[in-house]
């Protein structure tokens, strides 16, 4: 067989399903609504929440002098776990289900997706399905909760041998590139799984993966390497891909004992058959570049294409924070402490006038554009990147950055939105730093002239689809509130 036709057949092997694992007083899932910060009743919204352990077999691939696939290792066992959120009932499905690659770069999952489109997903009927990454995130789970996860595998021999407390990044004796026919097969059986379902008897009509941070690296190697050979198979499995942020990145295919945590490298990505939209936010520009050996990431460029052989755009919003550190569905801090990980630092010194860049409401609006796409075949229109100059961005007198994705926040503006906070340079929510009441009122004259404008942008955004009308009204009331701090100081 060739290495195609070995691809295609781990792709289509249907994992032994067990499971809605059964939820208790003493044990829940890890990532569960209940368990948020502010916790959260799905059932409340019509959904469902549960958890299942899939076990397959999956290859360990790497890539030749040529960078064409092959594999190192074929069929090594697996055990890993899934949290899916769907429908109650079938008249309120949309027939969409968005697989997120859940983050590790925190050393336990983050359901980065969910995040930015749980509001949206239930209100549209949209099913999620969050996957389990890598290695580490496994050994936390069994931190978290050893008699419910002890039995998850990732060292491809069935045995479970790794400690339940270890602070390292790589775990020696498993391999994290097992993750990518773990991908294909959860897609397969979503939409063609006859004898099991983890949807509640619920059949996808449409598939998209999405990832985000480190997750969007990982998404950037599966269909640089994955996509172009499942297209050609008899099953039609991803129907398109969103990176949420992290679009200039990819990783190894396979585990690399001597690099970081991250495991990232520019983005080289071979074209996709399948649509695919990608997003930098302003901070992803520096922050990834802390991480690569070589490179700069504002050298990458990405082309916008519409051909049978490549379907791709891409978009950069200026003044947008990599993500939202205080998003109420995050999981608590209780529950993080139990996985032996690092807590997330909420230090008022960093999250005071922190950027809530509302980005996910754009966010959905482009997952409805991922979704024209692929139904009825409709491109998302270009937009022009940020501008850059000798290897910077370019940054107009009121401190926002030129060009990109333009909204009415930098169109606009009665703040500096930066990025990355200033006084941590690593802080991946950015800052914000209001304009005087002098400053607004010279740009606008008043509060009510400023609203107007902002109104009239956004009210032609929601019109263009790229602003979802279920976000209308909370945007205009985040410039409310933003616009009464300054105008009446």
């Known amino acids: 067989m060739t290495v195609e036709e070995k691809v295609l057949e781990q792709a289509y092997k249907v994992p032994e399903v067990e499971g809605p694992i059964p939820v208790t007083e003493e044990s829940h899932p890890f990532c569960a609504m209940k368990y948020s910060r502010v916790p959260l009743d799905v059932s409340k919204y019509g959904f469902v929440e549960e958890e299942y352990f899939l076990s397959s077999t999956a290859n360990v691939y790497d890539c030749d002098v040529q960078d064409n696939l092959i594999i190192k290792t074929a069929e090594l066992a697996y055990k890993n776990r899934i949290l899916v959120r769907y429908p109650q009932s079938k008249e309120n499905f949309s027939g969409r289900v968005y697989v997120d690659i859940l983050n590790a770069t925190q050393r336990y999952d983050i359901e980065d997706l969910w995040h930015r489109n749980y509001q949206w997903c239930m209100k549209c009927g949209h099913a999620y399905v969050g996957i389990t990454s890598k290695p580490v995130n496994v050994q936390s789970l069994k931190n978290f909760d050893y008699s419910r996860y002890w039995s998850l595998d990732w060292t491809g021999s069935e045995r479970v041998p790794f400690p339940t407390v270890s602070n390292s990044a790589v775990i020696p004796g498993t391999e994290e590139g097992l993750i990518w026919d773990m991908l294909s097969q959860l897609c397969f059986i979503l939409k063609y799984g006859t004898s099991v379902n983890v949807l509640g008897g619920l059949k996808a009509e449409y598939v998209y993966l999405c990832g985000q941070s480190q997750s969007g ?27 949420i942020v992290g679009a200039l990145v990819q990783r190894s ?32 520009l520096s922050l990834f570049n802390m991480f690569l050996d070589q490179g700069n990431l504002l050298d990458v460029t990405i082309e916008n294409s519409d051909t049978p052989e490549n379907k791709c755009r891409y978009y950069e919003f200026p003044g947008t924070p990599h993500t939202d550190i205080l998003c109420p569905v995050l999981t608590s801090l209780d529950e993080i402490e139990k996985t032996g ?6 230090d008022k010194q960093f999250t005071e006038n922190i950027n809530d860049y509302p980005l996910e409401y754009y966010i959905c609006g ?78 606008y004259g008043t509060q009510e002239n400023y609203l107007e404008m902002f109104n009239n942008q956004l009210d032609q955004q929601v019109k263009e689809g790229w602003l979802p009308e279920m976000f209308e009204e909370d945007m205009k009331k985040w410039a409310k509130t933003k616009a009464e701090k300054i105008f009446q100081q």
């Open 217 to 243: 690296a990982y998404l950037n190697t599966f269909v640089s390497y994955f996509d172009r050979i499942l297209s050609k198979g008899n099953y039609k499995l991803y129907d398109g891909y969103m990176n």
């Open 253 to 284: 295919l396979r585990q690399q004992e001597h690099i970081g945590m991250l495991n990232l490298e520019l983005r080289h990505m071979k074209p996709s058959s399948t649509p695919y939209i990608c997003i930098s936010s302003e901070a992803d």
């Open 366 to 443: 482009m997952l409805d554009k991922l979704h024209g796409w692929v139904s009825e075949k409709e491109a998302p229109q270009v937009r022009e990147t940020m501008m850059r100059e000798s290897g910077h961005l370019v940054f107009d007198e009121n401190g926002n950055a030129k060009g990109g994705f333009r909204t009415p926040l930098v169109d606009l503006p009665i703040a500096t939105y930066m990025a990355c906070n200033p006084d941590n340079p690593e802080g991946i929510s950015g800052k914000i730093e209001y304009f005087s009441r002098e400053r607004a009122e010279e740009l």
């Open 341 to 346: 990980a690092p807590l997330p630092n909420l």
